[in-house]
């Protein structure tokens, strides 16, 4: 039986948390994704949590890249820079969660994709959104829990807020995956413009969550 995303191809620049659950989600309903990593040990979620005598990946990196083929490429190179444009040229969709500015700096962009390929869908992923006061700042899990006040309701009476375990504040993969799924199938049938730029806002997610409010992450 084929699958939903079958066909389709992912070119995979996420690492850590947010996006590997993004593009995973792809890749268990049939998208092929291929996921770029960094020399020279790749995905540092690899090694995490890991001790000097054992070689094995990570429970919490296998938890978020099965389906995935991996590949090593060096983007501050050239020789780099050209097997990733290579490979951008056939996707379906683009997925990033690198720091504010980096996809740019490597010639990666959206700007830069959208003419080296025209029809992929640019997913990414930035820890305060794309625009704001702090849009420039990297977030991983304990700044997202503590900006959004998740914190402010965790720990024990009296005592300090801590941090909740569950990682639901920077970890946008599975609201992500759903419009760059989408639109990647719609791709193949109509014209999509600039509605192919899925940016979801972690925190504004979260706060908008909280008051009880919609939200949404493509446009």
């Given at each position: ?8 191809r ?42 000097p005598d ?9 938890l ?6 991996s590949?090593?490429v ?27 500015g ?34 420039a ?42 419009p ?28 908008l ?11």
């Amino acid at each position: 039986m084929s699958q939903a995303l079958e066909g389709i191809r992912v070119i995979d620049f996420t690492h850590d948390q947010a996006g590997p659950s993004c593009t995973q989600m792809l890749a268990w309903l049939g998208a092929d994704v291929i996921k770029i990593e960094r020399p020279p040990h790749g995905d540092r979620a690899r090694r995490l949590w890991a001790t000097p005598d054992d070689p094995a990946d990570s429970y919490f990196f296998l938890l978020l890249n099965s389906n995935k083929r991996s590949i090593v490429v060096d983007l501050k190179t050239v020789e780099g820079k050209d097997i990733a444009r290579r490979l951008v040229r056939e996707a379906d969709v683009v997925a990033e969660n690198l720091g504010p500015g980096v996809m740019e700096r490597l010639g990666l962009g959206y700007e830069a994709v959208k003419v080296l390929n025209p029809r992929a869908v640019y997913a990414s992923v930035k820890g305060f959104g794309s625009y704001g006061p702090y849009s420039a700042y990297k977030c991983f899990e304990p700044v997202a829990q503590a900006t959004s006040g998740a914190m402010s309701v965790t720990g024990e009476a009296g005592g300090p807020p801590l941090l909740n375990g569950s990682g639901p504040e920077s970890d946008p993969g599975q609201v992500h995956a759903d419009p760059a799924g989408r639109q990647a199938a719609r791709a193949h049938r109509q014209p999509l413009g600039d509605r192919r730029l899925c940016r979801p806002d972690p925190l504004r997610r979260r706060r908008l969550e909280r008051r009880g409010l919609p939200h949404h992450s493509a446009r």
